[in-house]
C-alpha cells in the first residue's frame, strides 16, 4: 500500500480543523476563488483563498500542494 502525500494529509488535517464539515466548505469556499472569471483557480487566487479561509499552511505548502492539484500545469 502506498502512503498518502504528508501535504495532503497536513492540508486535510487543516481542514477538518474547521470542524466537520470544513472540507466541504473548503470546496464552496474554492469555487469563489476564481476572482477574475476564468473558470479556473491560478497560484495566487489559491495562496489568498488559503490564506483567507485561514489554513496554517507556508506559501512554500501551499506552492507544492497547488502543484499537487494543478491538472493542466498552468
Known amino acids: 500500500m502506498s502512503?498518502?502525500?504528508?501535504l495532503i494529509v497536513k492540508f486535510r488535517q487543516e481542514l477538518l480543523r474547521?470542524?466537520?464539515s470544513?472540507?466541504?466548505?473548503?470546496?464552496?469556499?474554492?469555487q469563489n476563488m476564481d476572482k477574475n472569471d476564468d473558470y479556473t483557480?491560478?497560484?495566487s487566487e489559491f495562496t489568498n483563498g488559503v490564506h483567507?479561509?485561514?489554513?496554517?499552511?507556508?506559501?512554500?505548502?501551499?506552492?507544492?500542494?497547488?502543484?499537487l492539484f494543478d491538472k493542466d500545469g498552468i
Open 3 to 6: 502512503q498518502e502525500n504528508p
Open 18 to 20: 474547521r470542524g466537520a
Open 22 to 30: 470544513g472540507i466541504k466548505n473548503f470546496g464552496l469556499y474554492f
Open 41 to 43: 483557480v491560478n497560484l
Open 52 to 67: 483567507a479561509y485561514n489554513l496554517k499552511l507556508t506559501n512554500l505548502e501551499i506552492n507544492e500542494i497547488f502543484k
